[in-house]
């Protein structure tokens, strides 16, 4: 038995076809422009970090013996390169919890200094929202921190 096709069958099939693949494009565009962004967005936080002045405030920071008073590290070391790499963390800590960057990336960028600063410094944070009535002002690094814990501990 012979099967018969209308044109308006075949026309059908066609444009729904086009559909299909056109939707399947834009899905892999919306993916595609994800990375390019995520990228751009990882190498401007990255780049920050390659200048001399931010090289310098890094080592500092971590070769510091941190006292446990806030007064007493301001006062010993003022607040320079603590500021330059809390903010660092800080916006990684934003675009993570906006989930704006992948968290393999933010692993692979940040995630030992994060560990290393988060505990080095932890009470020095406390205090300082103690201090300014603001609970969870450092939300974003210490989410930040807690995660790479989390991922470290699973390796």
């Known amino acids: 038995m012979p099967i018969v096709v209308d044109i308006q069958t075949v026309s059908i099939v066609i444009a729904s076809a086009s559909v299909a693949l056109a939707?399947?494009?834009y899905i892999w565009q919306i993916r595609h422009q994800n990375r390019i962004r995520q990228t751009e967005l990882i190498n401007?936080?990255?780049s920050s970090t390659r200048t001399r002045e931010f090289q310098e405030a890094?080592?500092?920071i971590y070769s510091r013996k941190i006292p446990t008073d806030l007064n007493e590290y301001k006062k010993q070391y003022g607040t320079t390169e603590f500021n330059m790499i809390t903010l660092l963390y800080d916006q990684a800590g934003i675009l993570f919890q906006k989930k704006l960057l992948d968290d393999e990336l933010i692993q692979y960028f940040f995630g030992d200094g994060v560990i290393r600063f988060w505990e080095a410094h932890k009470h020095m944070f406390e205090e300082e929202e103690k201090r300014l009535g603001?609970?969870?002002i450092w939300g974003a690094?210490?989410?930040l921190y807690n995660e790479m814990k989390k991922r470290k501990q699973k390796q």
Do not use: C, T, V, W
Request: hydrophobic share 35%; glycine share 0%.
């Open 23 to 25: 939707a399947i494009y």
């Open 44 to 46: 401007a936080i990255y």
């Open 58 to 60: 890094y080592e500092k």
């Open 134 to 136: 603001k609970p969870h």
């Open 141 to 143: 690094i210490e989410d």
